[in-house]
């Protein structure tokens, strides 16, 4: 659909009232063509009343809950309200239930406000086509009082009885409303006010956009699809919306057409959506009207005017500017208009948090990573292991090329799961081992059809059959099912562990317990930074939490002891010795062990011994002279070490400097700045030498896997030293200047973490795939030797392999596509087994079914891996220019043949990619694609690497970070405040902020705060007298600072990483670090804003249509 | 003829030397013809209680090519203050500290009984003994244990200012760090790469204190190198410490699989021992201590490949040339004797092991550096322990019998030139106008390095009489020579021994008798034993028997022939290196002994008597004694092993027998007791296995195949077909007729 996701801002809230009641009903009655959610409807209507009232605002402004900009009053009245609201909202998508079915998305609560939007803007969408037309009626009548209440009633109806369904309409109509409330200048302040507010607003604009809605055909269809079909439809309708928003350009354009002065950008926008932005012109100062009205919901038109006013003082300057002009809207794209990542969370949230997320059903697109869910496992593997780009393959490849869509799911085959759910059954088959497929040895799953009375099975990938072992025989009851079904894990679970056979084991020996090796850097800096002394002080207590095999009473784990310099220290710790011994080897040129024997030992019977060793280590290095390191022997001698014990492990390498002493892989110092921007970039990317290729590669081969800590004072070259943890699917820690009071807090957590976290060891990881596709590209931390096998020395927790598929044949719509990914790994008790993941999905002849089980997130994840991969062959231009232009194919496919004729200059993007334009834009503006001065080559060589193993839930925050406005805080709830988006537009000079992507956790605090609280924050008396210095909160004993805390608390649980923490005063030189991650603007280095991109993006599509 | 030997005993006694001739021929022709070269058997420090050293510079002629010492066969013009070197006849004054000198007044060396005379000098900086154990760690449980007790029990027995070390071998080298508190801390090398010198010293953090080395090594001071001290530490701050560091060495941690060698890396070890020491302490007295209890078998200096199933190579391998590791590891083990001889450093072999363990491919670091060998079954045995024991055994003034970094520079008269030295030396090159071109042993210099000695070591200087036949010499001339041998003393003094003696010339044609009189056959067996020696070693064996029977087919010397010097059948290549070792350092007694070992039997029919080494003298009523040098066996005839075994020596009446078995035993610990090596001690009776050490020195005059010829009434036979003395006599008499004719 074209944009639709405006931001329902202001305009909903302004509307609301008048318009949802009006709306609704007549929405459902009417337009709900189909008349079958009607009941449902009915039943949401009946809530949708009461919601409507109370719940459009407060709804909305708790969300937003930017108490101190706007409209304390509106506030209050959210809060309050909301609470009911919410609470309505979620009972009544079950209650709906229908709803949500429709749309699969169900956006109980906080939707209802957006869900009668929604549905507003469904119908708006449908008629998207119309809608740009009608919207500026629409618009209008909305300006002037409830004009468009008809139509928009009908849409809010929808909405509340398709929320859930379409919950993307929904968007789209707050897109739509956002366009609108954009357009409206005063909207924006409402909306950084509003932060979320200005999804709640939409609603109003939705019902500006049901007229559009009316318009177009599809949006009876959708209407009445909402729930089910909304989805495209919705999307269709959305477009309407959408188009205002997106178009904000267009339409804008177009708006701004009308009236004589447009923005340069908007030109291409105006066409298609003049109508509406004409409209939406006129509903802008309406819609200002209706924001500060939004407390007022009495009186939307009138009042608009002075709220804005009131907003603007609230609001940060930026928006302060804005206010003034009602004209600016026209000239710019309403922030507000365009699709929000923040409300589509949080729809996401509102509509499927509740439910248990039943894994069942074949090609079911899984909440966003975004949402807390619970997973039943029914057959199918469960989101956090695997996420697929699209739910629904194209059962032909030249589909799947028409589309560009990528076809890739991202694997964590170890993932961590919440407490409530359980982790993978343990099947053991003795020694007969696990069941599988004579031609493709696939792993018995719940998809093998078993047939012959059960004496054989057929291959779900293969279709080969084969007999059924006779220990492993079994009755068929009369469905066809063994009658075993349900007490089989891998019969009826999408996830379960084999224990495998000797078979499966390296030269034919079940392996040994694997160790740790811990490998310290003793050079001067090391020691100097303290850095020595805190390893040695964690490690004593750190050695008592070895991961360990569920019921085991210790850790099976051994440990060993290196330190280094230019030399290394090797330490025996033999239980029988009264003090540990030193070996030196000085010979680095030629690595060995020193010992065998005492060397890696169990902890409890070295205890003494080892804390000896640890005390002494310090005190050892306490006058070193030696500033030189060497890095590639320290990982040959944990590797030799492991040789020589037989067993695989991790090495836990502490290191600092650049490793020029003379020894194999000595390092130069070539960071060039000066190549930014020029061909020869890729070489920042690439290892100095291949030397640590083939170290990684006899690494992989023994299960040495490397996890590196890095401390460094300057530029070591993280490309090259980071080559043997990132194949050998260790992870890279960066402490850069560390210093022990600001950094030791974040490294301890990130340490301990590190070694506690569940892990495999010599891990082999194949996915099989249905006859028609396979999987033909990896991405992640790995090595692989030949084109399918997927070799980790180490796998843990948090590591995530994205694998891209291609078709070699047709597949069918009625069998769907399967994957079973089989990971064959070494527990931390030294068993060797087997973990299997299913997943089914659907594959569809229709490209409009591609569309609609998209997921954007897991999209970026691969688009960014796939990115960061190009930057080591192709110049970054390149890469940027192919992201773009294969984002503007799978648009423009989507537009071409899927979307509703419409007017070319029409944005409209699909209902589950509404978000790709910001994210992609988040992505190219990357530090790694496009780096700001501030940005070092390590930095960017991390990032590259880091990136290249999150999983979805990571890339998503990481690219687009979490912004919470801390002051909006609830201290008496546990929960967050809402999220605003990442634009200094949306930042009041009175509040703090925090933002978060995965690394690093800003407070940013602005000028105005009230001294209370930054007394009660920081425990000092003014701004000025903040230090931002600190790395953590000062303690101190009041019900914010505790709030504060425990936010900061609860988001450091929620990552793989420590983040550090880094306090920014407004104004402050800081700062702009700050602003680099205030993604949807411009930034320093030359990314565009997210409006800008958006234009471009709509060009770029233009084009490809054209 | 009394008077001659009372002579050489007087001369050996004072100076320790024995010449071959007593008197020389005056040319070089006459020279030639005596067949048996002239040429001495130097014990360069023979111990001399009688000899105070004096504690001042000796006087140097003052020409440089000849700086020879003043001595009391110099002629000394009192008056003028003037002294003229008998050598080169150059005229010096003395120095002015002599000015107080008249005939009544003459300082020591100018007396006729100080031709042998000790300096101390005090000349460059005194550096502590150092002693650099190194030790194998591929031993049995046993072993180790035992061989680390007398590791620590020898630490007691060094002087508590001598620096010690410790590096330890296995599959690895490690290099013990000594000075630490708390971790104990060593540096571990590779066993299977061979590094240079410099790599070592790098590696071990050497190479920055070069400069304060050099500096820091002024007399005796504490400030030693801060470096160096890391790994060599005096014992009597590390002692408790290198104690507990011994006692919790462990055998080679690496696992040995079934049909294999354990990895024994001794080339590395002695190649870091080596580098180690070159690199902090050259040039001064150091000693290598290695201990091994079998073959290397991995990187540079192996000596067999680790698979059981291949045996260590033998004599028949080597001839074979199919000894694949031989060649190689003697170069490795060549190179380091070199590189540690040219430091002054010596290298001690203690090898116990049942098998081989590599000597004949080692023998060079103990040969070249003046190092000790000992070969023995296991490091828990009293022939190791003892002997190990003896090394550090002190004299009568309590003074260490060892001496370090010798120089040994031998100064002729004009009608005589050196040919060269046999005996544990390297050759210096000072080539000089007292040097022959014709070279026997060691040859082309004048000066020698002898890394370390003791009281007993003894080199075989070999000269050349270059006067030609129509120069006579004068009535009454005499010829001198001079060894001036300047070394480190145990108490780490700087000494110089000055040895001066001069034989008469004689016209072999006019004085033959004279001549002839004088010859000492006892040393000419000697040196010419040496020779043979030295020729075995570096020639291929029936070649320098060929050229041993041509040369002394005239001297009798039938046991040498069958001594294991010469003859390696029965011997595998290590106890050949081992007995060699020995023969080329012995004094002349012990040498004799070692070629005709002595026999003494015990019976009632008197006083023990020596008796001759014939099978003829095994009899049953007879206990015998013979000391080979290597072993001594104490042999019980049949009569008294059944005796014996009847319990007679228990009982009171027959304790006359008891004295009779004892009296063999006494003389024998008397032997064991001085001996070093400490001897193999064989205690055996008619029948006894071990007998067959006693039946092989046997002159074979009794065998199977002669046995009723000569009756039954005595001897034992011996089961060989080795000519016996008698028919080689026979042949010999024959031969020298003919050759005559």
């Known amino acids: ?1106 | 003829m009394a008077t001659y030997l009372e002579f050489i005993q007087q001369n050996e006694e004072r100076d320790g030397v024995r010449f071959s001739w007593n008197v020389w021929p005056s040319s070089r022709l006459e020279a030639t013809r005596m067949v048996v070269p002239l040429a001495c058997l130097l014990t360069p420090l023979k111990e001399r209680l009688d000899l105070p050293p004096v504690q001042y510079e000796p006087v140097l002629c003052s020409r440089p090519t000849c700086k020879a010492v003043l001595n009391p066969l110099c002629q000394v013009d009192y008056r003028a203050k003037l002294w003229a070197c008998n050598f080169c006849f150059q005229r010096n004054q003395f120095p002015p500290a002599y000015a107080g000198i008249s005939e009544v007044n003459q300082p020591a060396e100018l007396m006729p009984q100080f031709s042998t005379i000790e300096y101390i000098v005090q000349r460059g900086p005194q550096t502590p003994l150092i002693f650099l154990y190194v030790v194998d760690t591929c031993l049995e449980e046993e072993d180790l244990q035992a061989l680390k007790e007398s590791l620590q029990m020898s630490l007691s027995l060094l002087p508590p200012d001598a620096l010690v070390g410790l590096i330890t071998f296995g599959r690895m080298v490690q290099v013990h760090e000594l000075s630490c508190e708390g971790i104990s801390k060593s540096y571990v090398f590779r066993g299977t790469k061979d590094l240079t010198a410099k790599q070592i010293q790098d590696m071990l953090g050497l190479s920055r204190p070069a400069v304060p080395m050099q500096q820091g090594r002024p007399l005796q001071t504490p400030q030693q190198p801060v470096i160096s001290s890391r790994f060599l530490q005096p014992v009597h701050k590390i002692d408790m410490n290198l104690t507990d560091l011994l006692g919790e060495l462990q055998r080679d941690p690496w696992p040995v699989t079934q049909g294999k060698r354990p990895l024994r890396s001794t080339g590395v070890a002695l190649s870091i021992a080596v580098g180690l020491l070159e690199g902090t302490f050259p040039n001064t007295g150091a000693r290598i201590m290695l201990f091994t209890g079998g073959p290397p078998t991995q990187g540079p200096g192996m000596v067999v490949g680790d698979e059981l199933k291949t045996p260590i190579r033998s004599w028949h391998d080597i001839e074979k040339d199919n000894a694949r590791f031989m060649k190689k590891a003697t170069k490795h083990y060549e190179t380091l004797a070199n590189r540690s001889a040219a430091n002054g450093h010596c290298i001690d072999i203690y090898a116990c092991a049942l098998d081989q363990t590599g000597l004949l491919e080692m023998k060079c670091c103990a040969n070249l550096t003046g190092g000790h060998m000992v070969m023995g079954d296991s490091f828990n045995t009293s022939l190791f322990k003892q002997t190990f024991q003896r090394v550090f055994s002190r004299g009568y003034n309590g003074e260490f019998r060892m001496a370090f970094g010798a120089n040994l520079d031998v100064k002729t008269s004009r009608e005589l030139k050196i040919a060269g030295a046999i005996g544990p030396c390297i050759s210096l090159n000072a080539k000089g106008p007292c040097v022959s071109e014709n070279e026997l042993g060691i040859g082309g210099t004048s000066q020698w390095k002898i890394c370390s000695l003791d009281h007993n070591t003894t080199l075989a200087i070999y000269f050349e009489v270059v006067n030609q036949h129509n120069a006579p010499i004068p009535q009454g001339g005499r010829g001198a020579v001079q060894f001036v041998t300047q070394y480190q003393h145990s108490s780490t003094q700087k000494r110089i021994r000055v040895t001066t003696i001069a034989r008469n010339w004689a016209d072999a044609q006019t004085q033959l008798q004279h001549i002839e009189a004088a010859f000492d056959q006892e040393a000419a067996a000697v040196l010419m034993a040496r020779l043979g020696v030295y020729r075995a070693e570096s020639e291929e064996g029936p070649d320098v028997l060929r050229w041993l029977d041509r040369q002394l087919i005239r001297l009798f010397i039938f046991h040498l022939r069958r001594s294991p010097f010469l003859q390696v059948f029965n011997n595998s290549p290590d106890e050949s290196s081992y007995y060699r070792h020995h023969f080329a350092r012995q004094d002349l007694t012990q040498s004799l002994i070692m070629i005709q070992p002595i026999l003494y039997a015990y019976s009632f029919h008197g006083p023990p008597e020596p008796v001759l080494l014939d099978s003829s003298s095994i009899l049953p009523d007879r206990i015998l004694l013979m000391d080979t040098f290597f072993q001594i066996v104490i042999y019980l005839g049949e009569t008294i092993a059944q005796w014996q075994k009847a319990g007679y020596q228990d009982m009171p009446e027959y304790e006359n027998f008891k004295h009779l078995l004892q009296a063999p035993l006494d003389d024998a610990q008397e032997i064991l007791q001085t001996r070093f090596p400490m001897p193999r001690y064989i205690h055996t009776e008619h029948g006894g296995s071990q007998a067959r050490f006693l039946l092989s020195k046997v002159n074979p005059s009794q065998t199977h195949n002669n046995l009723y010829a000569w009756g039954q009434e005595s001897g034992a036979p011996i089961l060989t077909d080795d000519v016996s003395l008698q028919v080689f006599m026979d042949h010999l008499k024959k031969l020298a007729v003919s050759s005559a004719s």
């Open chain 1, 1 to 1106: 659909m074209s944009v639709n996701q405006q931001a329902h801002t202001g305009p909903p809230y302004g509307q609301p009232q008048p318009g949802y009641q009006g709306y609704q009903q007549p929405a459902y009655g009417g337009q709900s063509l189909p008349g079958v959610p009607q009941a449902q409807y009915g039943a949401y209507n009946g809530p949708v009343p009461g919601y409507q009232q109370p719940v459009p605002p407060q709804g909305y402004f708790p969300s937003l809950g930017f108490p101190s900009k706007g409209s304390p009053v509106s506030l209050n009245s959210d809060t309050s309200s909301l609470a009911p609201n919410f609470i309505g909202s979620l009972r009544a998508p079950p209650t709906s239930g229908a709803p949500p079915p429709a749309s699969g998305a169900s956006h109980p609560s906080g939707h209802l406000a957006y869900s009668q939007f929604e549905h507003g803007d469904v119908q708006n969408g449908i008629p998207a086509s119309a809608a740009p037309m009608q919207r500026p009626p629409a618009s209008q009548p909305f300006l002037p009082g409830s004009a468009p209440t008809p139509v928009s009633q009908i849409p809010t109806f929808q909405q509340y009885g398709a929320p859930p369904a379409s919950v993307q309409q929904l968007r789209n109509h707050m897109a739509g409303m956002t366009i609108g409330g954009t357009a409206a200048s005063a909207p924006p302040p409402a909306g950084l006010g509003y932060g979320v507010g200005p999804s709640s607003y939409p609603p109003t604009t939705g019902a500006p956009r049901p007229p559009a809605m009316p318009g177009p055909p599809l949006p009876g269809q959708t209407v009445a699809g909402p729930p089910s079909s909304q989805p495209n439809h919705v999307s269709s309708p959305p477009p309407p919306s959408t188009m205002a928003g997106l178009h904000p350009g267009p339409p804008m354009s177009g708006l701004h057409g009308p009236p004589p002065p447009t923005h340069p950008p908007q030109p291409g926008y105006q066409m298609q959506q003049n109508g509406s932005f004409g409209q939406m012109r006129g509903p802008p100062p309406n819609y200002g009207g209706a924001y500060p009205g939004a407390p007022n919901y009495g009186s939307p038109p009138g009042p608009p005017p002075p709220p804005k006013r009131l907003d603007p003082d609230s609001i940060p300057s930026p928006q302060l500017n804005e206010l003034p002009p009602q004209q600016k809207p026209r000239h710019r794209i309403d922030p507000d208009a365009i699709p929000s990542p923040i409300q589509v969370i949080e729809d996401d949230r509102n509509n499927r948090g509740s439910e248990p997320f039943v894994t069942g059903v074949r090609g079911q697109v899984p909440p966003l990573v975004t949402t807390n869910f619970l997973v039943k496992d029914q057959g199918n593997a469960s989101p956090r292991y695997i996420r697929c780009t699209s739910y629904n393959i194209p059962c032909t490849s030249d589909m799947a090329k028409q589309s560009q869509v990528p076809l890739a799911a991202v694997i964590k085959p170890l993932a961590a799961l919440p407490p409530e759910e359980t982790v993978p059954y343990l099947v053991d088959h003795g020694e007969s081992g696990p069941v599988r497929c004579n031609r493709c040895k696939a792993y018995m799953c719940p998809f093998m059809q078993f047939i012959e009375g059960g004496r054989r099975f057929q291959c779900c990938f293969c279709s080969c059959v084969t007999e059924v072992p006779p220990h492993y025989f079994q009755h068929l009851d009369h469905t066809g099912k063994r009658v075993d079904f349900y007490d089989r894990p891998e019969l009826s679970l999408g996830s379960y562990e084999f224990l495998a056979t000797v078979d499966y084991c390296k030269n034919n020996k079940f392996p040994s317990p694997p160790a740790f090796i811990f490998m310290i850097d003793v050079s001067y800096n090391a020691v100097k930074s303290g850095l020595v002394r805190l390893i040695c002080e964690e490690l004593k207590s750190l050695l008592d939490y070895l991961p360990r095999e569920g019921n085991m009473e210790e850790s099976a784990i051994r440990v060993g002891f290196v330190t280094y310099n230019k030399v290394l220290h090797f330490y025996n710790v033999k239980s029988s010795l009264a003090q540990p011994q030193m070996m030196v080897v000085s010979d680095v040129a030629d690595m060995f062990v020193p010992l065998l024997d005492g060397f890696l030992v169990n902890v409890n019977e070295s205890r003494t011994v080892i804390a000896s060793l640890l005390d002494q280590i310090p005190e050892m290095f306490a006058d070193t002279r030696e500033t030189e390191t060497v890095f590639a022997p320290v990982i040959q001698a944990g590797l030799e070490a492991l040789k020589a014990a037989e067993c695989a492990g991790k090495l836990f390498i502490f290191h600092t400097s650049l490793p020029i002493a003379e020894a194999p892989g000595k390092l130069k110092n070539r960071d060039d700045r000066k190549l930014i921007n020029t061909d020869k970039e890729k070489t920042l990317f690439q290892p100095q030498t291949s030397f640590y290729n083939n170290l990684a590669k006899d690494c992989v081969a023994q299960g040495c896997c490397v996890d590196l800590f890095l401390f460094p004072n300057q530029y070591l070259d993280v490309a090259t030293l980071g080559v043997v943890p990132y194949q050998t699917g260790g992870s890279i820690f960066k402490y850069a200047y560390f210093q022990l009071e600001t950094d030791q807090y974040r490294f301890l957590n990130d340490l301990r973490r590190d070694v506690q976290k569940e892990v495999g060891f010599d891990a082999v990881m194949r996915v099989r795939t249905s006859t028609g596709i396979r999987a033909t590209d990896f991405f992640g931390a790995f090595y692989m030797s030949n084109t399918t096998d997927v070799e980790m020395a180490g796998l843990d927790c948090d590591k995530t392999i994205t694998v891209e598929f291609k078709h070699d044949d047709k597949l069918s719509e009625d069998s769907g596509a399967l994957l079973q990914c089989a990971l064959l790994y070494t527990s931390c008790a030294g068993q060797r087994r087997l973990r299997i993941h299913n997943l089914s999905l659907n594959c569809c002849t229709q490209l409009a079914d591609l569309y609609r089980n998209c997921e954007t997130d897991t999209l970026i994840n691969y688009l960014a891996k796939y990115a960061y991969r190009g930057v080591l062959s192709s110049p970054v231009k390149t890469v940027r220019d192919a992201l773009i232009n294969q984002c503007a194919q799978i648009l423009a496919c989507y537009r071409k043949n899927c979307a509703s004729p419409s007017s070319a200059g029409q944005l409209i993007l699909p209902e589950c990619m509404k978000l790709l334009p910001v994210y992609l834009n988040c992505v190219l503006k990357s530090d790694v694609l496009q780096p700001g001065p501030e940005v070092t080559t390590d930095d960017r060589a991390y990032v590259r690497q880091l990136v290249t193993s999150m999983d979805v839930a990571e890339t998503n925050v990481f690219f687009y970070p979490r912004l919470l406005p801390l002051t909006k805080a609830d201290v008496d709830s546990d929960s967050l405040p809402a999220a605003i988006r990442n634009s200094e537009e949306r930042l009041s000079k009175g509040d703090i902020y925090l933002l978060e992507n995965g690394l690093n956790i800003f407070v940013w605090v602005g000028v105005n705060v009230q001294q209370g609280l930054i007394q009660n924050l920081f425990g000092v008396s003014s701004f000025s007298q903040i230090s931002n210095a600190l790395s953590t909160l000062p303690v101190l004993e009041n019900p914010f600072s505790k709030k504060v805390r425990s936010i900061v608390d609860m988001l450091q649980g929620q990552r793989s990483r420590y983040m550090k923490l880094i306090i920014v005063k407004q104004e402050d030189k800081l700062e702009m670090l700050f602003k680099h991650f205030l993604v949807e603007d411009k930034s320093l280095s030359g990314g565009a804003s997210y409006v800008d991109f958006l234009c471009h993006m709509h060009k770029e599509i233009r084009q490809l249509l054209s």
